[in-house]
């Protein structure tokens, strides 16, 4: 499509809304999603607390050191700080602090917990990532026209 046939602008519509709309959902979704994947591995059978995380941590290791090629002091010490890093992006994404370093950060976690689904080979959840990742490349690409921020990420 050759940019000199887009449509003429609605009068009365301000420019670039929908890209500020799409931008917002997008880095809704993506901020509950890795917050509430952080709150849950706190979680044990319906209750949720800090020897929950330490516990679920240590099970989530040494599943994926039994499944693969990974070391234990490599899984264990990547399973301490899984939870408490998407509870920290997932906050600056709902929050809209700094959001284009917060996606990248998204993009770094569900990255690296692909590359330990694919060293596990777990297809599926592979696939489940690399959704994520897609939508995280799209909130990149509209990072520009973010509104509704507590601290905005800088426009140049």
Request: no cysteine.
């Given at each position: 499509m050759n940019p000199d046939d887009a449509p003429a602008p609605t009068p009365g519509a301000r420019p670039g809304c929908e890209y500020a709309a799409a931008f917002l959902l997008l880095r809704l979704f993506l901020g509950l999603r890795t917050l509430l994947s952080g709150v849950e591995k706190f979680e044990n059978q319906g209750t949720y607390g800090l020897g929950?995380?330490?516990?679920?941590?240590?099970?989530?290791?040494?599943?994926?050191?039994?499944a693969s090629f990974l070391p234990l002091w490599l899984t264990r010490g990547y399973a301490?700080?899984?939870?408490?890093?998407?509870?920290?992006?997932?906050?600056?994404?709902?929050?809209?602090?700094k959001s284009r370093l917060a996606l990248m950060l998204a993009g770094a976690v569900y990255l690296s917990l692909a590359f330990g689904l694919m060293a596990v080979q777990e297809?599926?959840?592979?696939?489940?990532?690399?959704?994520?990742?897609?939508?995280?490349?799209?909130a990149l690409v509209l990072v520009r026209h973010e509104r509704f921020a507590l601290w905005p990420t800088n426009r140049s």
């Open positions: 929950n995380y330490a516990q679920n941590a240590a099970h989530l290791a040494q599943g994926i050191t039994n301490l700080a899984l939870g408490y890093g998407l509870l920290v992006v997932g906050g600056m994404l709902l929050l809209g602090i297809a599926e959840g592979v696939a489940w990532l690399a959704i994520h990742i897609g939508l995280i490349a799209g």
